[in-house]
């Protein structure tokens, strides 16, 4: 009774700590729902009014445009994020080899480095190779796969580390060779892992503003970088509504892909799938 | 072995794995003849798991020949060996259903369908698992898996079956059980099998023939019964079962027979094939269930006087802790025939094993 009422306290405490960041968390996103529903022409809150006028404009091509472009890169970032990522997971957590060390800097790398200087540095060298016309989607794809990649391979890294390398000699002592006992065993039992990769990039890549910024060229500009270019004019209650819908994108994401393929392991930190 | 090509199912000449710095395996010579049951016996280190390794071709051999059926394999992956590895930890595909397990290695191998689900069938009602093809290998006991490993690298038919510790992860009752059941499948089989592991008991009890290995090397093949009775060195007589081990000189030495001086100047005539000169050290070795007390010393057999210092009641057997004078501890080993022998700690006793009970070990 008294070692309950002892233990009251810091769980008390832990309670109000949680409930304090979750206010912090979601306090911002509701009141920023809020003010998207406006009927006056400023952005205030508590709302003044009922108006869906500001979600009208957010849904027009001006904006559409752009979510659906950061919806295509995020997209093709996720696939290259695997293609890529898959391979080099499994090479660094199975083989032992010279520049190993080197491959692990270059590819977690970009995880130290601010997305900033990355973008700074893609642009002079789109610019300074002579390839100003891939400046656009080709530059932004390839910078986000850059600062994307570290995020796939280590969630694909930690799904391979549970995996007992015996599966493999096991299949391979059945017949199977290594192609094919990559393909049926490991694959399988790295999904969750896989996928979780894929997720994560396509987030990262989704709301990166840093990078886009100097690699975006007319007409191909990420929502992000949109958003930002929109706020020199002043917070309008059309941004509000745009910025609901650039948090719904990836949730919705996460949110389907935890439906079909249960991601839940991953996001929260257990590894074991 | 002086064994061909050709005559054995399995032949290792010469073969060297080192890995780094370490020497693991260092000239091996082994041949297996079809359907035998061989064991790789040694403590942790020795190399017999390497070995296996390199039969199984999970990664080749610095040096040496690997033949399997005749074909020489050890530029060969694994895959194209034609073998069957039960893992000590299993290796079930915990993604597939016991019955896709076991059918794996026929699909590898495309055979068609009505005769994978024919083979797995009878895979399963071999392992006593019939019925169970659905499940899960995660829903499945310690010993059910275990029994799925096994169906699924007997189902290929495979030139040999390789066992890599299988029974280590399983309780004692179970392990008893499993050693019986997979002896007796594999003698009904006469799949040609190598077993490795470092119970003693399990080799002396499955094997047609054990190779005691120690630090990458055989340093004993033969019957259990040769390796038991007649261990040709001292880790072998200290690893398969419990021996006690006094310091000796060679008095006489003749071809098959040698007189031996041990502790307290006692005298012992003992067959042996060692060569052995007169005056060279040797060790006299006695197992503690052929040794034992007396109230007064026996002609014509080793008598040692010693000091009773412990007595463990094992149920089957009593153990007998004693100190010789002058020499080392030993142990003898009573059967328990219903008894009580009138011993107590502290009490005066003769240690004694008759000359055919006595063995003659290099120093």
């Given at each position: 009774?008294?070692?309950?009422?002892?233990?009251a306290?810091?769980?008390?405490?832990?309670?109000?700590?949680v409930?304090?960041?979750?206010?912090?968390?979601?306090?911002?996103?509701?009141?920023?729902?809020?003010?998207?529903?406006?009927?006056?022409?400023?952005?205030?809150?508590?709302?003044?009014?009922?108006?869906?006028?500001?979600?009208?404009?957010?849904?027009?091509?001006?904006?559409?445009?752009?979510?659906?472009?950061?919806?295509?890169?995020?997209?093709?970032?996720?696939?290259?994020?695997?293609l890529?990522?898959?391979?080099?997971?499994?090479?660094?957590?199975?083989q032992?080899?010279?520049?190993?060390?080197?491959?692990?800097?270059?590819?977690?790398?970009?995880?130290?480095?601010?997305?900033?200087?990355?973008?700074?540095?893609?642009?002079?060298?789109?610019?300074?190779m002579?390839?100003?016309?891939?400046?656009?989607?080709?530059?932004?794809?390839?910078?986000?796969?850059?600062?994307?990649?570290?995020?796939?391979?280590?969630?694909?890294?930690?799904?391979?580390?549970?995996?007992?390398?015996?599966?493999?000699?096991?299949a391979?002592?059945?017949?199977?060779?290594?192609?094919?006992?990559?393909?049926?065993?490991?694959?399988?039992?790295?999904?969750?892992?896989?996928i979780?990769?894929?997720?994560?990039?396509?987030?990262?890549?989704?709301?990166?503003?840093?990078?886009?910024?100097?690699?975006?060229?007319?007409?191909?500009?990420p929502?992000t970088?949109?958003?930002?270019?929109?706020?020199?004019?002043?917070?309008?209650?059309?941004?509000?509504?745009?910025?609901?819908?650039?948090?719904?994108?990836?949730?919705?994401?996460?949110?389907?892909m935890?439906?079909?393929?249960?991601?839940?392991?991953?996001?929260?930190?257990?590894?074991?799938g | 072995?002086?064994?061909?090509?050709?005559?054995?199912?399995l032949?290792?000449?010469?073969?060297?794995?080192r890995?780094?710095?370490?020497?693991?395996?260092?000239?091996?010579?082994?041949a297996?003849?079809?359907?035998e049951?061989?064991?790789?016996?040694?403590?942790?280190?020795?190399?017999?798991?390497?070995?296996?390794?390199?039969?199984?071709?999970?990664?080749?051999?610095?040096?040496?020949?690997?033949?399997?059926?005749?074909?020489h394999?050890?530029?060969?992956?694994?895959?194209?060996?034609d073998?069957?590895?039960?893992?000590?930890?299993?290796?079930?595909?915990?993604?597939m259903?016991?019955?896709?397990?076991?059918?794996?290695?026929?699909?590898?191998?495309?055979?068609d369908?009505?005769?994978?689900?024919?083979?797995?069938?009878e895979?399963?009602?071999?392992?006593?698992?019939?019925?169970?093809?659905?499940?899960?290998?995660?829903?499945l006991?310690?010993?059910?898996?275990?029994?799925?490993?096994?169906?699924?690298?007997?189902?290929?038919?495979?030139?040999?079956?390789?066992?890599?510790?299988?029974?280590?992860?399983?309780?004692?009752?179970?392990?008893?059980?499993?050693?019986?059941?997979?002896?007796?499948?594999?003698?009904?089989?006469?799949?040609?099998?190598?077993?490795v592991?470092h119970?003693?008991?399990?080799?002396?009890?499955?094997?047609?023939?054990?190779?005691?290995?120690?630090?990458?090397?055989?340093?004993?093949?033969?019957?259990?019964?040769?390796?038991?009775?007649?261990?040709?060195?001292?880790?072998?007589?200290?690893?398969?079962?419990?021996?006690?081990?006094?310091?000796?000189?060679?008095?006489?030495?003749?071809?098959?027979?040698?007189?031996?001086?041990?502790?307290?100047?006692?005298?012992?005539?003992?067959?042996?094939?060692?060569?052995?000169?007169?005056?060279?050290?040797?060790?006299?070795?006695?197992?503690?269930?052929?040794?034992?007390?007396?109230?007064?010393?026996?002609?014509?057999?080793?008598?040692l006087r010693?000091?009773v210092?412990?007595?463990?009641?094992?149920?089957?057997?009593?153990?007998?802790h004693?100190?010789?004078?002058?020499?080392?501890?030993v142990?003898v080993?009573?059967?328990?025939d219903?008894?009580?022998?009138?011993?107590?700690?502290?009490?005066?006793?003769?240690?004694?094993?008759?000359?055919?009970?006595?063995?003659?070990?290099?120093?």
């Amino acid at each position: 009774m008294s070692l309950a009422r002892r233990a009251a306290g810091p769980w008390r405490a832990l309670r109000w700590t949680v409930a304090v960041i979750y206010l912090f968390m979601f306090g911002p996103i509701l009141i920023t729902a809020a003010v998207s529903f406006n009927a006056s022409n400023r952005s205030q809150f508590p709302p003044q009014g009922f108006s869906l006028r500001w979600w009208g404009n957010a849904l027009s091509e001006e904006w559409l445009e752009p979510v659906l472009f950061s919806l295509q890169l995020a997209g093709a970032t996720a696939a290259l994020c695997v293609l890529l990522g898959a391979p080099l997971a499994f090479i660094l957590t199975r083989q032992r080899f010279r520049g190993r060390e080197v491959l692990v800097a270059l590819t977690l790398g970009p995880l130290m480095l601010p997305a900033l200087v990355t973008g700074v540095g893609l642009l002079q060298f789109f610019q300074y190779m002579g390839l100003r016309d891939y400046i656009g989607f080709p530059s932004l794809l390839a910078g986000h796969v850059v600062i994307s990649l570290p995020f796939a391979v280590r969630t694909i890294a930690i799904s391979l580390h549970g995996l007992p390398p015996n599966l493999e000699l096991a299949a391979m002592s059945l017949g199977a060779g290594r192609a094919r006992a990559l393909w049926e065993i490991v694959v399988p039992l790295a999904k969750s892992g896989i996928i979780a990769g894929a997720v994560f990039a396509f987030v990262h890549s989704f709301t990166d503003v840093n990078l886009s910024i100097f690699l975006a060229a007319p007409g191909q500009i990420p929502v992000t970088v949109k958003i930002m270019g929109f706020l020199e004019f002043g917070f309008a209650p059309t941004l509000a509504a745009v910025s609901v819908i650039t948090l719904i994108v990836p949730l919705t994401v996460v949110g389907i892909m935890q439906w079909l393929f249960g991601l839940g392991d991953f996001i929260y930190g257990d590894a074991r799938g | 072995m002086g064994t061909r090509v050709g005559e054995a199912a399995l032949l290792l000449k010469g073969i060297e794995k080192r890995f780094g710095l370490v020497t693991a395996v260092r000239g091996l010579d082994l041949a297996v003849a079809q359907g035998e049951f061989v064991t790789l016996l040694g403590p942790s280190g020795c190399g017999k798991s390497t070995t296996l390794g390199l039969i199984a071709g999970f990664f080749p051999p610095d040096a040496g020949e690997i033949y399997l059926g005749g074909r020489h394999v050890e530029n060969l992956p694994p895959f194209a060996r034609d073998i069957g590895v039960v893992f000590q930890d299993y290796a079930l595909f915990p993604h597939m259903t016991v019955a896709q397990n076991v059918a794996f290695g026929l699909k590898m191998r495309r055979v068609d369908r009505a005769e994978i689900n024919a083979r797995v069938e009878e895979a399963l009602d071999l392992v006593k698992l019939g019925g169970l093809g659905s499940r899960r290998p995660l829903q499945l006991s310690g010993g059910q898996r275990q029994r799925v490993a096994l169906a699924r690298a007997l189902v290929v038919r495979p030139t040999v079956l390789l066992l890599d510790e299988p029974l280590s992860n399983l309780d004692l009752k179970l392990r008893e059980e499993m050693r019986a059941e997979i002896a007796a499948l594999q003698r009904r089989l006469a799949i040609t099998t190598v077993f490795v592991t470092h119970d003693q008991g399990e080799a002396l009890a499955m094997s047609d023939r054990i190779a005691v290995m120690n630090a990458g090397a055989i340093e004993q093949i033969g019957r259990p019964t040769e390796i038991y009775e007649r261990p040709a060195t001292r880790f072998v007589a200290d690893f398969i079962g419990r021996t006690n081990v006094m310091p000796a000189t060679v008095g006489a030495a003749g071809s098959t027979q040698v007189s031996l001086v041990t502790v307290q100047g006692a005298t012992i005539e003992v067959a042996t094939a060692h060569s052995l000169a007169t005056g060279a050290r040797a060790l006299l070795a006695v197992r503690p269930e052929r040794a034992t007390l007396a109230t007064a010393p026996v002609a014509d057999a080793l008598s040692l006087r010693a000091e009773v210092t412990q007595i463990l009641y094992l149920g089957a057997s009593r153990e007998i802790h004693l100190t010789l004078d002058d020499g080392p501890a030993v142990i003898v080993d009573l059967a328990n025939d219903g008894r009580e022998p009138p011993i107590e700690i502290g009490d005066r006793v003769w240690f004694v094993a008759a000359p055919a009970s006595c063995l003659v070990l290099p120093a």
